[in-house]
C-alpha cells in the first residue's frame, strides 16, 4: 500500500519561505510523477508542480512559477517544495500525490494516491 506523508507546513509573514517535503512509501517511487495541490478555504484543490519520474521536467501553475520550486530524492523517496516570496494568497492545505504514470498531471484525475496535506498560512 503507498501512503504519502507531507511535512513542512506552518505559520509565516508574507516574503518568507517554507520548504515542504513529501515521502511516499513504496519500491516504485522512482517510476512515478509527483505533483503539489493546494486547497484554500471556500475554493477547489487546484495544481500547484509537478514532477517527473527522474525529476528532469518539472512543472508549475503560473501563479507559482518563479517562486516556488519542486524537486525530488528517489534515493529518500521523497518530493520537496521550497516556498519563497510567500503571499497570502498562498495559503491553503497543501496536498502531495502519486501520479498513476511517470509524468504529473495538472488535474487530480492523473494521480492514484494523496496525502493528508499540511496547513501553509501566510500572513500579511
Known amino acids: 500500500q503507498v501512503q504519502l506523508v507531507e511535512s513542512g507546513g506552518g505559520l509565516v509573514q508574507t516574503g518568507g519561505s517554507l520548504t515542504l517535503s513529501c515521502v511516499v512509501s513504496?519500491?516504485?517511487?522512482?517510476?512515478?510523477?509527483v505533483g503539489w495541490f493546494r486547497q484554500a478555504p471556500g475554493k477547489e484543490r487546484e495544481f500547484v508542480a509537478g514532477?517527473?519520474?527522474?525529476?528532469?521536467?518539472?512543472y508549475y501553475t503560473d501563479s507559482v512559477r518563479g517562486r516556488l520550486t519542486i524537486s525530488r530524492d528517489n534515493a529518500k523517496n521523497t518530493v520537496y517544495l521550497q516556498m519563497n516570496t510567500l503571499k497570502p494568497e498562498d495559503t491553503a492545505v497543501y496536498y502531495c500525490?502519486?501520479?498513476?504514470?511517470?509524468?504529473?498531471?495538472?488535474?487530480?484525475?492523473?494521480?492514484?494516491?494523496w496525502g493528508q496535506g499540511t496547513q501553509v498560512t501566510v500572513s500579511s
Open positions: 514532477i517527473e519520474w527522474d525529476g528532469r521536467r518539472t
Open positions: 513504496g519500491r516504485t517511487f522512482s517510476a512515478h510523477g
Open positions: 500525490a502519486r501520479a498513476s504514470g511517470g509524468v504529473p498531471g495538472s488535474t487530480s484525475y492523473a494521480y492514484d494516491n
